[in-house]
């Protein structure tokens, strides 16, 4: 049966809000797309990971969970950035999207046993980042959380991190639907090379997939009916020394609110278009700084 024009018109919202990560910024240089980012080989590469209402054979229970789908087949053609350590890096958006969905976004790391572009992650994670609400008095359904509107995440290597070759897990989580057990997951993996670094033990640590599971309160989460804490999922941030840190984080930075949309709405589970998502609106912080395309000054591990 074919959609009316109407129920077609109310999908827009949840399909040009779908998006993905390609680009990684280095101390404020923007590097080429996928040029040390991997790419996933998913039917849209802006395909959410879901639990229900499943994608690609997608869910967080699966090992290409780690990077995303067949997100391994591209380590070989992608780069590996030297970064120093204590850097401010930055995971971006493709095409110009922003993060429309209310969520948290977290930044995990995992130490290549080698090369980052021989690892397919199956070792330890630790948390260097996460954000979740800033604004407790804003809509709780969307400008309430840090990274509405946003195409990037920030974060800061820890300046303890050990050299060596990792990959950098940006995650973005659309908890929407996660009243109805419906979280959407959206995430890769860059692969860089730390250099300048210390003696830190990244801890605690996780194993993907296995980190989260189905019934965890982070995805059985409601937005609606007004403001309530989100319960970040995964371990604490670590930011240097031996054990985890208060760190890179950015969450519950007002301390009152409740002012926000009442009644869930039904998601749809048409599929989206295979056109790649733009999405334009506002921002928690105010107008978001741009940055452009420079020649890079951050040099290719790998071979071209």
Known sequence: MKLSILAAAA???????????????????????NEFVRSNTRAAKYNPTKWENIRDDMTP???????????FTFAGQTGTAEVQAGSK?????????????????????SRAPTTAN??????????????????????????AWCTWDKDRIEFTLPADLPDGEYLIRPEHIGVHGAHDGQAEFYNTC????????????????VKFPGAYKRDDPSF???IW??????????????????SSGSGSSVNETVTSADNSASVPPNESTTAPSP????????????????????????????PP
């Not at 890096?89 to 790391?109: D, E, R, S």
């Open 11 to 33: 999908l827009v919202p949840f399909v040009s809000a779908h998006y993905f990560f390609d680009v990684l910024i280095i101390d404020g240089v923007e590097t080429k797309s």
């Open 61 to 71: 229970d699966i090992d290409d969970f780690r990077c995303n789908k067949g997100a």
């Open 275 to 302: 056109q790649e998502p733009i999405t334009t609106g506002r921002t928690c912080h105010g107008p978001r700084r741009r940055r452009h395309t420079r020649d890079s000054k951050h040099r290719n591990l790998s």
């Open 118 to 143: 021989n690892y397919e992650g199956q070792g330890e994670w630790f948390k260097i980042h996460e954000e979740s609400v800033c604004d407790q008095t804003a809509d709780f359904t969307t400008t």
């Open 220 to 222: 059985n989460f409601s």
């Open 89 to 109: 890096l930055a995971m971006k958006l493709a095409v110009g999207a922003t993060m429309q969905h209310p969520g948290p976004a977290l930044v995990y790391m």
């Open 190 to 205: 860059a692969q860089v090379k730390v250099v300048g670094g210390g003696s830190g033990t990244p801890g605690p640590t």
């Open 225 to 242: 009916n007004g403001y309530k804490e989100y319960p970040i999922p995964g371990p604490p941030v670590w930011t240097g020394g031996s």
